[in-house]
Structure formats: structure tokens, C-alpha cells
């Protein structure tokens, strides 16, 4: 898995990468009550607005980590918010892309690096 800066995890599962955010960034924001997800097909660049979540504490934006075409949207957490606090690094992933170069993800953290990152 790769980290941002902005608490999000990547994985790449065969030519897509999944994208949700970090455990840290879901216990910060506490009990997830709204996620609004993009458009299936829609197509993004790094840092635009693609997910607003709203929780007891706060209404935060989910950032396109990297350019590509968001391909699918994980409707179940919509239905069911709390799933981003229960398995934030599982089954509550947000989206799958498509990206142009897989390398873009070398730029991105390790484990490791954020964890020295969240310190």
C-alpha cells in the first residue's frame, strides 16, 4: 500500500488502484455519518474534490491522489457510513481508478513513511 499526505491508502489490484482513506484519518474524524462518492467514469486530476465526507465532528474532502478515470464506486458506504470506521483500510475503500502510469505511485509513502508521517 502507498499513503498521501492527505491520509489517504492506494492499492493496486491488477490495472486499477483502489483508494480509501487511513485508519488515522478515520478515528480523527470520528463517527462517519455521510459519504458522498463520485461518478463512475468520471475522469480526474491529482488534488480535485472527488469524495465529501461528513462526520459527527466534521465535513472533510477526499482528494484525487493521482490523474486517471474513476472506474467504481464502493455504493456500500454510502448505504452504510459507519463502515468507514469499522474497516477504513478494508472493505470501506471509496474508489477504483484507472491511471495512466502505475509509477506515479513511487512518488507516494510507504507504510512506514507514514507512519513517521503521523508520528
Known sequence: M??????????VEDDLVVVGITAHAAEQLGDVVFVELPEAGATVSKDDEVVVIESVKAASDILAPLDGE?????????????????DPEGDAWFFKMKIEDLSALDELMDEAAYKDFVG
Open 2 to 11: 502507498k499513503f498521501t499526505e492527505e491520509h489517504e491508502w492506494l492499492r
Open 70 to 86: 474513476i472506474v467504481e464506486v464502493n455504493e456500500a458506504i454510502t448505504e452504510d457510513p459507519g463502515k468507514v470506521n469499522e
